[in-house]
């Protein structure tokens, strides 16, 4: 019985990690530039047809299609930033919402168009399966990796933002964007690149995450929600928020859908409004 | 004492091109037109004192050179250049040294920080801003907005030295500032322009003071320039200062 306890939480944990890399640019873009944008998780499903597409077509490796998937999610990103969101910045939420809500169904449209509506399989490499034993427990090789990647992104994404140059340019376009580019700094060049990486690292999540999220046309409106939640509940804009927010999503999820799976939904929405009402600003949020 | 623009002035050093030449230039904000018919020059090396009472327009002129504002009509010249093809966030790099009004110190950037994120290589350094305020060294890990009213003004002056600029745009910085901290500051401005690379232009309310530091001044009043000449001349003439400051 402790064995599949443990095992459950692991797998919650590997899953909550597929949740911070798809959430935590969300955070950030939402946080920090205070654009809501619905249509990530389209972001997220792009970088998972980007993975399946290499491997089926073109026989490239899991592991190369990892990088190419968080690239060309940030660079189509780019491009959906630069033509369609910069004119939104100034606009109210409402118009945001409905802007990248529609997006978003567009989308999903247009994926079924091309791919079809069923789900994508993906073959992982060899040595990324199999179970490995840690302290007495059977893990699964490959969400021990997620779990790895998952650690080195927050990692990296804190040490970017803290300790950086391109960090504290950041930082210093979203405490004063006028002070900003009156000392030389290109502020929307920086929210474009920052929205950049954000977008990539949930493409990135979106191709780790094909076994374990599934990968269909519908993904980025099954997850929507799931991922406004680690937002919410990890604090807007706070990195170590997201992901201590995506584990605890993660975790409640998969032990809901193991051992309760008749009101598993139920119990992840009274989690969260239970979490929100206790800490209003998120679990790490700043209080404003 | 001309109240009107004064003639061009002599040619510097580097040429007779002026450091920057302000013509007919009007601007505002969305929807307000504050400044009309704004006519300046000044040339390299020169300080100007910018004085006027409260809500003429003096910050307004200040942010449209740094492209914050509205431009409405008018040519902005920088050094010979068309200072309005400028993008904003290129003035400091085309060498203009901004220290706001309200000092906009970065919250979420320690001192350090502040410093160092935007500074450009230059003989202002880190070291050199450190030995003209050594209160910012002791205080480089601090976040920005954990310092005093003073601190927070050395710090942004320190910022715009380090952009290594050719014109210092000073916004009131001696505003709400203890005396001490005020002869402080007022020596560090005059050690600054030592080298004579180095012009500024300095907001004031309290207009001896900025005469003292300056050689050129300008008065505006309602968003015009209502005077224009030199500091010594309006320094000499309190009568006519009082009468330009709207006091007599
Ligand atoms: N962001 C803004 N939007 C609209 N109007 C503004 C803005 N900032 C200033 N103004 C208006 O422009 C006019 C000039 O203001 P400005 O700040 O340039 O005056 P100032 O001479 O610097 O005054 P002070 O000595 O009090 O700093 C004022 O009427 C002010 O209300
Ligand atoms: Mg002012």
Known sequence: MLAILLTVLFDGLAYGMLLFLISIGLSVTMGMMGFVNLAHGAFAMFGGYVA????????????????????????????????????????????????????????????????????QPVVLPAFLQGQVSLFGLEVGIFRLFLVAVGLLVAAAVVLGVERTRFGAKIRAAVDNPVMATGLGIN???????TFAIGSGLAGLGGALGIQILGLTPAFPLKYLVLFLIVVSVGGLGSVGG??????????????????????????????????????????????? | MSTAVSPAPAASAAGDTPLLRLEGVSAGYDRAVILEDINLTLAEGETLALLGRNGVGKSTLIATLMGATVLRGGRMQWRGGDLVAVPAHRRSAAGLGWVPQERWIFPSLTVRENLAVTARPGKWTLERVYELFPRLQEREDNMGTQLSGGEQQMLAIARALLLNPRLLLLDEPLEGLAPVVVEELVRAIGQMTLDRDLSFILVEQHARQALELTSKAVVMDRGRIIYDGASDTLLHNPDHLNQLMGFA
């Open chain 1, 52 to 119: 399946t597409t290499l491997m089926q077509r073109a026989g490239v490796p899991f592991l190369v299609t990892l990088p190419v998937a968080f690239a060309l999610v940030a660079l189509a990103s780019i491009v959906v930033e630069r033509l369609l969101y910069q004119r939104l910045y100034r606009r109210g939420p409402l118009d945001q919402v409905l802007f990248t809500v529609g997006l978003t169904f567009m989308s999903v449209a247009g994926i079924t168009w091309f791919y079809g509506p069923s789900q």
């Open chain 1, 187 to 193: 502020v929307g060049g920086v929210f474009a690149l």
């Open chain 1, 242 to 288: 997201a992901l201590l927010a995506a584990c605890v999503v993660g975790v409640i999820d998969m032990m809901t859908k193991y051992f309760l799976p008749e009101i598993g939904s139920f119990i992840i929405y009274a989690v969260m409004v239970a979490l929100l009402m206790w800490r209003p600003h998120g679990l790490l949020g700043k209080k404003s």
